[in-house]
């Protein structure tokens, strides 16, 4: 039985579609800048950048402006099964005398995708702890609000946030994104973690919509901490925006901004600007690819996932096509 539903139109088809629609406008591929590289524009550094997503979280703190992602665990499976398997446990608890899993989720936002996960853990999985970052401070305080307001002791008790970003280089922060949840972890536990510089820490590692908003300058140095962070043999667990998602269709072309980067077919990053000064980037699954195993994961599962989502007031259904994967450390 099919749980979810991630396969409700043809990408191929939609592909097709789509650049046909692009090939009558001067959209996506035939924009134009001003600038050799906008990722060199002040606007577009990790400091500003964060600054607009405190911008953001702080404008959409109140009501429930991100529901929860219930879906997670059904489109990743292998979240609960990985941290079930207690193939590397005592090889763990002997290397960095860890006693517990490690699910670590990297731009956590308001927490949408942290408490249905929290709340199975505590039925099912309780030797599971789960930290989340971000590289806005208030999203971190609005993740912590979330996940108190549950107000399940225990849920609470298995849950840490903190602020750190994956994509500073040496010399822009004081401490490296493995050495931030080195301590993160070693707070929530208490625990001591020996060694754990040398064999990572997380047993699954969370991405979901935050590799679209890094700079393509930074996407190496933000994916070689993650591998670093991944203990060996655990996974990551990718979904993020697909080239030819609605959003990329309604950018204008005044929004885009230009990378001397390429991704895989030789262009330049789909990479654009949103209103409120955050970034935006549409991949394909060659480019997702590339990523992953530049850093030194390996490919377990790679795919679109295409899904109607409905507009209840005029009854559209509006077509959202994402990049799904699953990559494993060796």
Known sequence: MVQYYDSDFSFEEHRIECEQKLQSTTSSSTCTSNHEDDEDLASLNPMTQAQCWDDFHTAHS???????????????????????????LAQNIENCNQRYRLVLEVGCG????????????????????ILACDCSAVAVDVCKSVIESSKDTIVVKNFGAFVSDPSLEVGEAET???EDV?????????????????????????????LSAVPPKRVTRFMKQIFNTAKSGGKVCFRDYALYDLPMMRFKETHYVHSTCSDSDGAAPR????????????????????????????????????????NRKTGDRLKRAFVHSVFRKP
């Open 62 to 88: 109140h009501g429930n402006f991100f529901k929860p992602r219930r879906y997670i665990l059904k489109c990743f499976p292998c979240i609960l099964n990985h941290c079930a398997a207690d193939n590397n």
């Open 110 to 129: 308001s927490g949408s995708s942290c408490l249905p996960i929290l709340k199975h853990c505590n039925d099912e999985h309780k030797q599971t702890k």
């Open 176 to 178: 490296t994104f493995p």
């Open 271 to 310: 990479l654009y600007e949103r209103g409120d000064g955050t970034l935006s980037r549409f991949f394909d699954l060659e480019t997702v690819k590339c990523i992953f195993e530049a850093a030194g994961f390996v490919e377990e599962d790679l795919r679109y996932a295409t899904v109607f989502n409905e």
């Open 182 to 210: 080195k301590a993160a972890y070693e707070k929530l536990t208490g625990e001591k973690t020996e060694g754990v510089n040398d064999i990572g820490l997380a047993d699954v590692v969370l991405m979901v919509f935050v």
